[in-house]
């Protein structure tokens, strides 16, 4: 399957990206990995005049440890997420989803930009991106701005991204030495994607929990950030009754629907479990027990 | 649309062309530089018969333009064995332990398969497992698959240092 025709363009600047962005307005569109955008464009489920790739712009691939936070740019490729051992260390949730991310091959190939811009409801990384509460910076040709990841992902394909805007960075604020989270995917046979997954990321004072993310992927119009479990954990020692008060609040919030992957019920019944066992696995990292 | 320039190195060879921006990869391999070991099975992103190697990393080359590939250094099937006669020991795995049947899905596996060997020490079964599992196969069930690997860590321990001096990408023929 080929590919409907477009003109091609590799510009070596962000500066010159936006330039052409903004000449060719919706008729263009930013390619990272094409991970995603390949198969659509293959598929001819959509067409775009105009692909501008980031593939030649240096210095948009890099896990930074900064002051507060880790800075990783948009083009950084999937499968470096997976395998950094910063990221094992400090975020251990977002290794697990980006090592359960479609397979190695398109890991190889696609980004964290890419994962996050794309927005497909399925896509792992949003959740992750909202259980840490990590900052998305957008750039324009005017400059930079800050998005929170709880108000960067709108609908389905759609993001607080300007048209004219390109994702850069991502910043993961680092929580307290008591933290953890954990990311736990339920998928069917061999297809990637999942019915449901769960991102939880905690911190602990003690037994209790003073900090806490929740957030879904695949049950909803986009990934779903579960505040009212997020605060009902907050003050509270994990037993086995809190935990399973919150997976209940996760399952009945979030919004699944009746598809091919199985029923609404079904879906709201792996939630249970999932959250179940994020919360347990997060509680563990954080180094409760 | 215009069309553009392309300079690939294609098993150590420089293969330069003007080509749609919209060719795939796996056409550029099959149609323009004429090497077919590349196969399209699904042509969907699923099933991984059209791994090549990419600057070190294996990728599905039905899902990677020619115009993404510009620059960068390609290994295929082809460009594995050292020369006539001379299999790569994944290769050689998969002929001692039956790692294949139709051998449709071969290239790819025996790709992916270096590009683990390559880049990973001890690698377990499940770890194995792991890494194929971009790769389908219709034909054998994966366990000869999965012993043809372990055997090819096996090979490749064996030769030791000689093969990681080895260059990535084997030249054998300068233009
Ligand atoms: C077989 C298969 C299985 C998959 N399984 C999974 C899975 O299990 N989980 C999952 O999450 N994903 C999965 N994916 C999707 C895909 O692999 C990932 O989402 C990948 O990370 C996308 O990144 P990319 O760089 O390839 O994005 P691209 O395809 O290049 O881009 C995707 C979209 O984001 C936009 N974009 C990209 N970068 C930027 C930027 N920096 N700024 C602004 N806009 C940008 C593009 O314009 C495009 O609209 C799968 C894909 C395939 C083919
Ligand atoms: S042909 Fe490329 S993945 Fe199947
Ligand atoms: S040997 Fe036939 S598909 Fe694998």
Redo the contacts between chains.
Sequence with gaps: MIPPPFDYFAPTDIQEALDLLNKYGEEAKILAGGQSLMPLLKARITTIPYLISLSEIRGLSYIDERKGALHIGAMTLDCDIELSGIIKKRFPILADAAGQLADPLVRNMGTIGGNISHADPSNDLPAVMNAIGATMIAKGRKGSREINASDFFIDTFTTALDHGEILTEIRLPFWGNSSGGSYVKFKKGTWNFSVAAVAVQLELDGKKVIRSGIATTSVGPRTLKMEKAEKFIIGKELTEDTIKQAAEMVARDSQPASDSYGSEEYKREILRRITTDAIKNAHKRAGGE | ??K?QVSIIVNGERKEAEI?????LA?FLREVVGLTGTHIGC???NC?AC?VI?NG????S????A??A?NTKILTIEGLSRGQNKLHPVQKAFVDKQGFQCGYCTSGMIL?SYWLLKNRKNVSEEEIR??I????CRCTGYDSIVESIKEAQEMMKEEGDALEHEQEITVRSKR
């Design positions: 649309m215009e553009k749609e921006p919209r060719m795939l056409h042509d969907t992103t991984g791994t990419l990393r294996a990728v599905k039905c899902t990677v333009l115009v993404q510009n992916t792991a890494a599992s971009g790769n389908l």
